[in-house]
């Protein structure tokens, strides 16, 4: 009874005020059979990208937490080619980091956060996570080496002389 009436407050929250991006409703009627959809947040590789989720609440949620996972395929270093997601608000401590005080929304918002800022040392995708590293120690390496500017072999007079001309 306390499982229902805390979904159906939630499903309702979830409908009035959802997070930016983020929508959750049931599915078929059916109260711990939901769908989500998230919408790929700005300047991430998934941006204007929609994606589909399963949410699957167990009997004892609120002290379990429930199953999520992406039904649209998603290359990401903490979700696998099934859509399970890798991530510790979604695991029961002591290796997690699932409270009951959390919800749906906080989920939701949790795995869209994720999406936008992947965890390369906590991966599900080994080959995924390993090219996210190499590419931010590139990207890292190429800010802290200073750039030469087209011309900046050219002394003053030469500069100056080529002005004049």
Not at 8 to 27: M, V, Y
Not at 47 to 55: R, Y
Request: charged share 30%.
């Amino acid at each position: 009874m306390q499982r229902a009436s805390r979904l159906k407050r939630e499903l309702a929250l979830l409908s009035t005020e959802p997070p930016p991006g983020i929508t959750c409703w049931q599915n078929e009627n059916q109260l711990d059979d939901l769908r989500a959809q998230i919408l790929g947040s700005a300047d991430t590789p998934y941006e204007k990208g929609i994606f589909n989720l399963e949410i699957v609440v167990p009997e004892r949620y609120p002290f379990e937490p429930p199953k999520i996972r992406f039904l649209t395929p998603i290359y990401h270093p903490n979700i696998d080619s099934a859509g399970r997601i890798c991530l510790d608000v979604l695991k029961l401590p002591p290796k997690g980091a699932w409270r009951p005080s959390l919800n749906i929304s906080t989920l939701l918002t949790s795995v869209q956060l994720l999406m936008a800022e992947p965890n390369p040392d906590d991966p599900l995708m080994a080959d995924i996570a390993s090219e996210e590293e190499r590419n931010q120690s590139e990207t890292s390496t190429k800010e802290s080496i200073p750039q030469k500017r087209k011309g900046s072999n050219i002394n003053k007079k030469e500069k100056k002389s080529r002005l004049d001309s």
